[in-house]
């Protein structure tokens, strides 16, 4: 064989170390995730009040060694309530997201792989679930099967259906008619199989970066409901509902309308800075972020 | 010889990347005299791209640029931004691999045209839309009236890019570099569109740059050829000079790598084992050194300057020339 | 020699915008065991679709695909699956063919996987194999992205994929047109070697004569979804029959300065396929062309042994 020249390669290209720099605020995001959830998943561990105790001889205290960020104008400790209130919105504002990834992920795989009659009911559907009003959709909801942290959560998660569903079925259009997935079919694999083995890979990761992103916007529209009187009913405490009663006190006690919005803002940009680096992290390519 | 209307000396490009800088231009010289045809060949990698931008001062803003772009007496390299997009045009014209890509896909063919004139020579509207008509019925499109009015993707390949040639040439440069301007055409009509080019050439006796990776290519329509590799030009040379006696082993391994017409079918080819070096990690020697049948320690250790040792134009950067014996190499 | 793959008048259609495309019409071949074809043409001749429609991967419109006596137009669902294993695919961007997500042992793996080869030590084995006779070293390769290689080592790892499951028939659709011209003679060598190694039998389509030219016993030339010429290599290449024939061979660049680029080729360029023209359809860039060929489809007629043509004035 020596006129063929098929030399072994041995020259292959030495891996690119992955030597990118995840900066300093990516690990404050993850930390003040962390920090949030800890304390959200602890909350009745933790040495504190209970959040509807109400300290009727200290009403909008001030914040002090009693309680450290005050209390409200039913007496009820801040810092408590706020702890509490991260429990409901990191609850809603994770797993309503996981109800449109599942379902929106999976119909708009199917949908881009497939194609043909499915993929026009899919597209339909999501447009008319689009094309309803949202709020007139919590409102009716939340009328016919009450006002609970499950129901908040199912109504936000429907309502995102749509969105995971069109990402996931843009990402697997463009992959389906890549030669991988092509050479794939060609081998005889089953449908199955490459929708789990060559599509999911690749189709997961813009889904999770897309899910951070729906986490965060969850956790205000969790807020936006709560302030509205449409979410967790009282006295269990929600970020939003807080922001709520905080603004009728924002002459006297400001804080207690600041301090919610604060915590929300720091977890909704959390979430964001969290997803947009792991996107970049986890692109295959070199050079990506 | 007339004075050069383009000389590049010592130009080196450096890229950084996330593994160190990347060298893709390493001290190139160059010289171009009105109205002829240099032919830059190379595999892709091997910085001809990158040469080109920085001719034309189009390069990515990271890359950092040494040496001297001198055009018609001025050096490009520490021109003003205003006067360089001036000289663009005018002076300095380039066409694309993909046209596709050059044109703007939004505005019709006549729009681009039309703007290139009123924008570069100070022509009316409709000055500029009759001699948009000439320039496309120049380069060999038919109807051209009509096809001022459609967009670049109502068009072939073929079309688009002789489209592209026509706003290239509608300002009469001095300069036109041709970045693989037939590798994404069939070959049918890339022999059309490298006869347009030659034509044109001629007519308006200007000096072309014709890039390629196809040895084919520039066999037939260049006056002098300069091949690169890893970066730099290991052999430089009169056309004919070139193809009569290579005397750099990559030119020669290059050429032997094309399949033959003339040779039966199932013919071993001559391959060239391996692949280019890394370029963030430069050799101490000779780059072609890992691959070249000929390598030994001093194409190792040392790296082989470009030089014309014979006195005779062609210009080489070997240590075991071939062609030549030992002893006439040192 | 037997035929192992007859194609028997095939036609594939694509319906775009309301109008149909006839991608290939009418085209019948056959490719004896053991044997090269060459298919040549330009863009939007329709060789690729050709290509996929044989695998079943385009279903044809009409005509037939047989396989070593089975009907692969025919064959549905499961049948199908299991027939493909013998038939497989090399495509033009290597790095596009394979997942960018998944390891190259993995990828290599893939098809033992599909046809159920559950002993992992046996896969790593095969794997093993089958890298080796590629060129590459599978230890350093099994554990690495796509992307950590460059196209010519992509398209080696294509090879391998393609041939673990010791396939008969494969189908190279512009295998080298990507790469750059040193890797394109090691991946052509390369080819040619699994070819005698493994008893294969190739449909080789390029848009290269030279390249074709390099590897096949017969080539076919087509044209705007037709078959314009077959014959054997060297003999088309002699003296071709076809004037569309003819003017590939002109056109290809010679690198030798002293042969000058002939001139005046024909001009003009193919005619959008979703719009033929009548009769013959290269007689609008055929210096030959008379009104016999806008009102007659020429068949494909013996013009030598074994070399046939579909032209109302054949060249010689």
Known sequence: ?289 | ?330 | MTALLSIENLTVEYAVGGKALFAVSDVSLEVGRGETLGLVGESGCGKSTLGRAVLQLRRPTGGRVTFDGTELTRLDGEALRLMRRRLQLIFQDPIASLNPRRSIGDIVAEPLVITGVVDRGERERRVRDVLAAVGLDADLVMGRLPHEFSGGQCQRICIARALILEPELVICDEPVSALDVSIRAQILNLLEDMKRRYGLTLLFIAHDLAVVKAVSDRIAVMYLGRLCEVGPTEQLFARPAHPYTALLLEAIPVPDPTVKPAANLAAGEPPSPLDPPSGCRFRTRCPRADQTCADVVPELREIAVGQFAACHHPLG
């Open chain 1, 1 to 289: 064989m020596a006129v063929l020249d098929i030399e072994v390669d041995t020259a292959v290209v030495s891996p690119v170390r992955k030597r990118r720099r995840v900066g300093a605020l990516f690990l404050a995001a993850v930390a003040w995730i962390v920090l949030i959830g800890l304390a959200a998943a602890l909350a009745g561990a933790l040495p504190i009040v209970s959040p509807t105790d109400m300290d009727i001889l200290a009403r909008r205290a001030p914040p002090g060694a009693e309680h450290w960020l005050g209390t409200d104008q039913l007496g009820r400790d801040e810092f408590s309530r706020l702890i509490y209130g991260a429990r409901i919105s990191l609850t809603v504002g994770l797993l309503a997201p996981v109800i449109g990834v599942l379902i929106g992920g999976s119909l708009g795989m199917l949908a881009g792989y497939f194609r043909g009659r499915f993929e026009t009911l899919t597209v339909g559907g999501v447009d008319v679930l689009l094309a309803f009003p949202p709020l007139v959709f919590v409102l009716a909801v939340t009328a016919y099967l009450g006002q609970s942290v499950l129901n908040i959560t199912l109504v936000i998660g429907v309502l995102g259906i749509p969105a995971f569903t069109r990402v996931a079925r843009a990402v697997t259009l463009s992959l389906s008619e890549r030669e991988f997935v092509v050479a794939a079919r060609a081998l005889g694999a089953t449908h199955a199989r490459i929708l789990l083995r060559e599509l999911l890979p690749n189709v997961a990761l813009p889904l999770v970066a897309f899910f951070l992103l729906g986490v965060a916007v969850t956790i205000v529209v969790e807020g936006a409901l709560s302030f509205l009187g449409l979410g967790v009913p009282p006295p269990a405490p929600s970020w939003g509902s807080m922001i709520a009663e905080g603004r009728e006190n924002l002459d006297i006690a400001p804080w207690l309308a600041f301090l919610p919005a604060l915590f929300m803002f720091l977890s909704v940009l959390a979430f964001n800075i969290v997803g947009d680096t792991l996107r970049a992290l986890t692109d295959p390519r070199p050079g990506a972020l």
């Open chain 2, 1 to 330: 010889m007339t004075a050069p209307l383009l000389s590049v000396e010592g130009v080196s490009v450096e890229l950084p990347t996330p593994r160190g800088a990347l060298r893709a231009v390493d001290n190139v010289d160059l010289a171009l005299a009105p109205g002829r045809t240099l032919g830059i060949v190379g595999e892709s990698g091997c910085g001809k791209t990158m040469l080109s931008r920085a001719i034309l001062q189009l390069l990515p803003k990271r890359a950092r640029l040494g040496g001297r772009v001198m055009f018609a007496g001025r050096d490009l390299t520490n021109l003003p931004a205003e006067a360089l997009r001036r000289l663009r045009g005018p002076e300095l014209a380039v066409v694309f691999q993909d046209p596709m890509t050059s044109l703007n896909p939004v505005l019709t063919i006549g729009t681009q045209i039309i703007e290139t004139l009123q924008a570069h020579l100070g022509m009316d509207a409709a000055a500029a839309a009759t001699r948009g008509v000439e320039l496309l019925a120049a380069v060999g499109i038919p109807a051209p009236a009509q096809r001022l009015r459609q967009y670049p993707h109502q068009l072939s390949g073929g079309m688009r890019q002789r489209v592209a040639i026509a706003i290239a040439l509608s300002c009469e440069p001095k300069l036109l570099i041709a970045d693989e301007p037939t590798t994404a055409l069939d070959v049918t009509v890339q022999a059309q569109i490298l006869d347009l080019l030659a034509r044109e050439q001629q007519r308006r006796h200007m000096a072309m740059i014709l890039i390629t990776h196809d040895l084919g290519v520039v066999a037939g329509r260049t006056d002098e050829v300069a091949v690169m590799y890893a970066g730099r030009i290991v052999e430089r040379a009169p056309t004919s000079r070139l193809f009569a006696g290579m005397r750099m082993p990559y030119t020669e391994a290059l050429l032997a790598a094309i399949p033959k017409l003339d040779s039966p079918p199932h013919t071993p080819l001559p391959a060239i084992a391996g692949r280019p070096p890394d370029p963030t990690r430069p050799l101490a020697g000779c780059s072609f050194a890992p691959r070249c049948r000929y390598a030994d320690g001093r194409c190792r250790a040392a790296k082989p300057p470009l030089g014309d040792p014979e006195r005779a134009g062609t210009l080489y950067a070997c240590w075991h020339p071939l062609g030549l014996s030992e002893s006439a190499s040192a």
